[in-house]
């Protein structure tokens, strides 16, 4: 089943069905989540409190790439895992070439997907509070 996205969900982000994202991390990394809440997430792993051990040891230095998912958690599930299982340069493509993940998803998990990339300054600030690498 396809979800659409609306004009409702256009004019409020947060009401439209999943986000996937690509935190950089501090060590050079790349994480990959989904979650219905962007803001609320993305502190929630730039404070330690993300249920992720992997951003705890090695915290984020920002979103590299969001996308707005308006399906189901087992599809934003599925592209999730997907995405955790490419190489480094892979996820590299996927954070300047956006718009090419929904292209990759339909021919590798041969699912139709309404997936477009977010800019997700609307909801998390450029101007939060970014963790900087330890020296």
Known sequence: METTFSAKNKADPLAAGYFIYILECENGSYYTGYTKNLAQRYAQHTNGTANSSYTRS??????????????????????????????????????????????????????????????????????????????
Do not use: Y
């Not at 070439?97 to 990759?104: I, T």
């Open 58 to 135: 090695f915290k984020p230095k920002r979103i590299a790439q969001c996308w707005q998912l308006a399906d189901t958690v087992g599809i934003a599930l599925r592209i999730e895992r997907w995405i955790k299982k490419q190489r480094k340069k892979t996820k590299a493509l996927l954070v300047h070439r956006p718009e090419r993940l929904k292209a990759m998803i339909q021919k590798r998990l041969h699912i139709e997907v309404n997936l477009e990339p977010f800019d997700w300054s609307d909801i998390v600030p450029t101007d939060a509070p970014q963790i900087t690498a330890k020296k």
